[in-house]
């Protein structure tokens, strides 16, 4: 799978197009949560201020019951959001990971 991603970001596809793809290659396949968790945690540190990552992000980390995690990113969120662009999307998303 590592070569296929290579070989597909000498095209002119983005980092995040990469992780995108990565990420629904790992969805598609079953991958286990944690799985799922290590890809979007590596795709955020490659692009930290990555919006559109976060509530997949708190989705993964209240699968494995990681409190914590959940928390954490909806802080890094917030901040990276600094124009509450999101806020409809972010109340939808806390409210759904507190079930």
Known sequence: MERLFAALGRYSLTPTDLDSLRYTYL???GAPPEE?????????A????QLAYYPY???RYSEV?????????IGE???YDSRRRQLPLQRQV???AGQ
Do not use: C, N, T
């Open 57 to 59: 992000l708190i989705a």
């Open 27 to 29: 969805q598609a396949r």
């Open 46 to 49: 490659r692009l930290p201020g």
């Open 77 to 79: 969120w917030m901040h």
């Open 65 to 73: 019951g990681d409190a914590e995690g959940v928390l954490r990113s």
């Open 36 to 44: 799922l968790l290590a890809a979007l945690k590596a795709a955020l």
């Open 94 to 96: 806390v409210a759904g």
